[in-house]
């Protein structure tokens, strides 16, 4: 469901299991990362990570002796440690591909979904494209252009991430933008709708989050 994403690196993540139908949005030729857990959720999409990473302190212990006996490549990490398991993955990723997917990565708590939200946000500008599956809610990240697409749902939010977005357009939105300013916490950009197939946004400086909270539905 991805169009823009060719030969991602897909980061499958822990925390309460995908929706059913969120296999559908993994692009082909992906290289596959299980966070931790998120090993469990593969399998039971029939998925077969490249590798497993994480400090395996919520994978299920059939989970890993299956990653073992399929000969995944499995990176350990002691749990104290400075960073959350799913930064870990996104710093292996971005030395892998600037083409990056994460999905199932609603972890059920507020702080972390926060934290994987604002380390995608963080690691946008130096990525060709990067977008997640969150629960039902499909996100796109940009420092320049991206394609929002009407089958990942018509209501689109975007929202201004870690600062000033200058010079902010939208086309193919029935409230469009062009060259607007969007402050952080601003509305401004607040339940809008495609008015096209295929929409656009773009910034200058700074970076956006577009938000389309039913995707699930979309399909």
């Known amino acids: 469901m991805a169009e823009d994403l060719q030969h991602p690196v897909v980061l499958i ?18 290289t596959l990362i299980a966070v931790d857990s998120g090993l469990d959720h593969a399998r039971s999409m029939q998925l077969k990570p490249n590798l497993l990473i994480g400090d395996l302190d919520s994978i299920s212990t059939s989970g890993l002796q299956w990653a073992y006996k399929q000969e995944i490549e499995v990176r350990e990490f002691p749990s104290d440690k400075d960073k959350s398991d799913f930064e870990l ?105 495609l008015s096209e197939d295929v929409g656009k946004i773009s910034v200058n400086s700074g970076i956006l989050v577009a938000i389309q909270p039913d995707s699930i539905q979309g399909l």
């Open 13 to 30: 993540c822990g925390g309460p299991a995908p929706d059913e139908k969120a296999i559908e949005y993994i692009p082909k030729s992906s």
């Open 89 to 193: 993955a996104l710093d292996y990723a971005r030395g892998v591909s600037n083409r990056l997917f994460v999905i199932g990565a609603d972890s059920g708590r507020v702080d972390q979904l926060y934290g994987i939200i604002a380390s995608l946000a963080s690691a946008a500008p130096f990525l060709d494209s990067c977008h997640a599956l969150i629960g039902r809610a499909y996100f796109t990240f940009t420092s320049g252009e991206a394609n929002i697409y009407r089958k990942n749902g018509a209501t689109v939010s975007v929202f201004a991430m870690g600062g000033i977005a200058d010079s902010v357009s939208l086309q193919g939105f029935r409230w469009e933008l062009a060259e607007a300013t969007l402050p952080p916490g601003s509305t401004l950009g607040l339940s809008n709708e």
